[in-house]
């Protein structure tokens, strides 16, 4: 009897799990019929197209190294598997060139292709649904105005069951919400604009949130930093963070409305100094921005709660003692015994938000290969610093990461041996 009720439990409970899935799948069915407004109605244009294109960074992730503009093969190492950007060209037979107005709304508005299935959220869609609809038809003009290239992009390696794309329309009922952003009232024309920009075409979120299981952004924690898997000096692909950006002690606290809206047009500041993965972020898209719209990002920036993750435990005296040994041996010189750092020699450390990062990967890139900056004609004199992988021991990099982690009136989490050995 005890077997049979546990049976019947067994079954029921399977049931419920089914219908539950169901139910969220039909949020998102795979034909796709999502409607999209009459293109001619909307008063877009390509070249207002091509600035959303500089806005959301689309030439980074489509357009790989052998410099075919649009035609993807950009290759991303996420942990479900290894993902290839598409061709946005407008050739008509491995691009979207082809593609109505239609085809290219449900795309950016609902992460279904023309044939009904389902796109990976490695495709922003679920912060490009936030457009306008005159945006994503003036993105639509642009990309149908670049030159085609015939270039099919490679196949996924994804690891099952995350290839079965059917499954994602199950994600998107629990993760995606299709709607435009709606203006707050209560904030100013400005705010609202940065607002638009972060959450929409900049899709900033993608790397500054940190992800659930299930690869979709925490909502609670937005943008208090990430972590992504990219390249580092050397060409390997490596964990790295991404800063908080909310106004916390841990993350943009210390930053003026100059600092972010200069950080974003040059990549230069007195605080801090573009290099690697956001080189492409600068480069590509917000050096090409109106001064008006990398002030509005500021102002949204700063006008947002501030919020952090939860640090670690804190390190003890020993390994605090070290560290200070290291920093003073081969950091101090630069960034001054006080960490305040130097306009010829070196950067703050003190309120740092990629020493105060909640993951100390992006810390540990640095002192391990130096800080990848971008080629010429940009200069940075005072950021040149050495690699000092080679120099420092896996222990050696944790106890001066940790050091920099809390002191100077940072407060993070200690970093490992372990920690340092796996970005190596």
């Given amino acids: 009897m005890a077997r049979l009720t546990r049976k019947y439990v067994a079954a029921l409970a399977a049931v419920s799990v089914v219908t539950a899935i169901a139910t969220l799948m039909l949020k998102y069915p795979d034909s796709g019929n999502a409607p999209a407004p009459q293109l001619n109605t909307l008063g877009a244009s390509a070249e207002q197209g091509e600035y959303l294109a500089r806005a959301g960074n689309c030439s980074s992730c489509h357009t790989t190294q052998d410099n075919k503009p649009y035609a993807g093969g950009v290759e991303f190492k996420t942990p479900f598997g290894t993902l290839y950007s598409t061709n ?53 003009l642009y990309l149908q105005t670049l030159a085609p290239v015939n270039s099919p992009a490679p196949l996924n390696e994804l690891n099952f069951p995350f290839n079965w794309r059917p499954l994602l329309s199950l994600w998107k009922g629990l993760f995606h919400n299709p709607e435009a952003y709606v203006a707050d009232n209560s904030k100013s024309e400005e705010w609202n604009r940065g607002a638009y920009l972060v959450e929409g075409p900049g899709h900033c979120g993608a790397c500054h949130t940190p992800r659930n299981l299930m690869g979709a952004e925490q909502a609670g924690l937005a943008l208090t930093g990430g972590v992504y898997l990219d390249k580092t000096k050397l060409g390997h692909y490596r964990s790295w963070s991404a800063v908080n950006l909310t106004p916390a002690d841990t993350g943009l606290s210390s930053w003026s409305a100059d600092d972010i809206s200069g950080y974003l047009k040059t990549g230069l500041t007195n605080r801090s100094v573009v290099h690697g993965p956001m080189n492409e972020v600068i480069l590509n898209s917000t050096s090409h921005l109106t001064e008006s719209d990398t002030r509005a990002i500021a102002t949204y920036l700063q006008g947002i ?44 450390l003190a309120g740092n938000a990629i020493v105060n990062a909640p993951d100390p990967s992006s810390l540990i890139n640095v002192i391990l290969y130096g800080p990848h900056l971008p080629p010429a004609p940009f200069i940075a004199d005072r950021s040149r610093m050495k690699m000092m992988g080679k120099r420092l021991s896996d222990a050696d990099v944790a106890a001066v990461s940790t050091y920099l982690r809390n002191s100077f009136g940072n407060r993070a989490s200690a970093v490992t041996p372990q920690q340092v050995n796996i970005q190596r």
């Fill in 88 to 140: 946005i060209s407008s050739d008509k037979e491995t691009g979207i060139g082809a593609w109505s107005f239609a085809d290219f709304y449900r795309s950016m508005k609902h992460g279904i292709r023309p044939d009904g299935s389902h796109l990976y959220p490695a495709f922003p869609y679920t912060a490009f649904a936030k457009l306008s609809d005159t945006d994503i038809g003036s993105l639509y």
């Fill in 305 to 348: 709660p501030a919020n952090s993750q939860p640090t670690g435990p804190a390190p003890d005296a020993e390994r605090l003692a070290e560290g200070e040994v290291v920093y003073t041996v081969h950091c101090g010189s630069c960034h001054l015994p006080d960490g305040l750092g130097d306009p010829i020699l070196g950067l703050p």
